[in-house]
C-alpha cells in the first residue's frame, strides 16, 4: 500500500480518481525540470513529455528511476487536502541513479 494527499484544488487528482489506476514515476536528480512542469497547475502537464503506458494503462514517464502502478481503494477527507490510499499492483525498477528529493521548498538528492 502507498498513500499521497492531493490539493482539494487539484486538477489532476479528478482524472486520476475516474480511471482508478495510477503510476508513481520515482524521478532521478536530473529531472526537477520535468518535476517543476507536473507540480504547475491549469497547463498539459504531458505537452513535450516523452511517456508510455505502464502495463496498467496509466501514463509511465520515459527516463524514471523507478514505477510504481497501484490501483486507488480509499479516500479520507483531510481538511484542504485528500489522503488517497492506494494497492500496489506492480513495481519496476528501470536504471539506478540518485533520486530527485523535495525537501522544505527545495530539490536535493540523496547520495549514499
Not at 526537477?32 to 514517464?61: H, I, Y
Request: negative net charge.
Amino acid at each position: 500500500m502507498l498513500s499521497f494527499c492531493p490539493a482539494k484544488t487539484s486538477t489532476s487528482w479528478p482524472k486520476l480518481r475516474e480511471s482508478g489506476t495510477l503510476c508513481i514515476n520515482v524521478l532521478a536528480h536530473d529531472q526537477q525540470d520535468m518535476c517543476s512542469a507536473f507540480a504547475r497547475g491549469g497547463t498539459d502537464k504531458f505537452l513535450g513529455v516523452e511517456w508510455d503506458a505502464a502495463g496498467n494503462g496509466a501514463p509511465a514517464l520515459s527516463g524514471a528511476l523507478a514505477r510504481i502502478e497501484a490501483t486507488v481503494e480509499q479516500e479520507h477527507d483531510a481538511g484542504d487536502h485528500t489522503i488517497v490510499v492506494a494497492r500496489i499492483t506492480d513495481l519496476n525498477v528501470l536504471r539506478h541513479d540518485g533520486p530527485l528529493l523535495f525537501y522544505r521548498g527545495g530539490f536535493g538528492r540523496f547520495d549514499a
